[in-house]
């Protein structure tokens, strides 16, 4: 995916604003170019996992009828490294197709790593701005 600079710049401000706990939000694709950021309130309020609430999900049905695919959620890993959890794997079952950004906090450095997970099976995407 490409995710311009101001879009990851939202993205990560979002991450470490929420920090300790884990953020998480939605992301609007066209032509596999990330065009929109949409915060959301993790309802789990855990440095653990985050779990997205039914308004947050309403947001997938404006952004299809604003010409957009809703292709992507993004989250943070406050303590680890951004790589998709068995947890994370699990809950994106319900969502294929969609592309799972992950800020990484726990380093010196936010990193901004992306993933494609189809049927539990891991793959990393670039993400380029």
Do not use: K
């Amino acid at each position: 995916m490409r995710l311009p600079a101001d879009l990851l710049a939202q993205i990560v401000e979002h991450a470490q604003r929420d920090a300790p706990n884990e953020c998480c939000g939605l992301i609007g694709v066209r032509d596999g170019t990330a065009v929109s950021v949409h915060p959301a309130e993790n309802q789990a309020a855990s440095p653990f996992r985050f779990e997205l609430g039914g308004r947050d999900l309403l947001v997938t049905y404006q952004l299809e009828d604003d010409g957009l695919t809703p292709g992507a959620i993004y989250h943070s890993h406050t303590r680890s490294e951004p790589y998709p959890s068995q947890t994370d794997i699990n809950f994106a079952s319900g969502w294929p197709g969609w592309e799972w950004v992950i800020v990484g906090l726990a380093g010196d450095e936010p990193e901004v790593r992306s993933y494609l997970i189809e049927d539990g099976v891991v793959t990393e995407v670039e993400v380029t701005s």
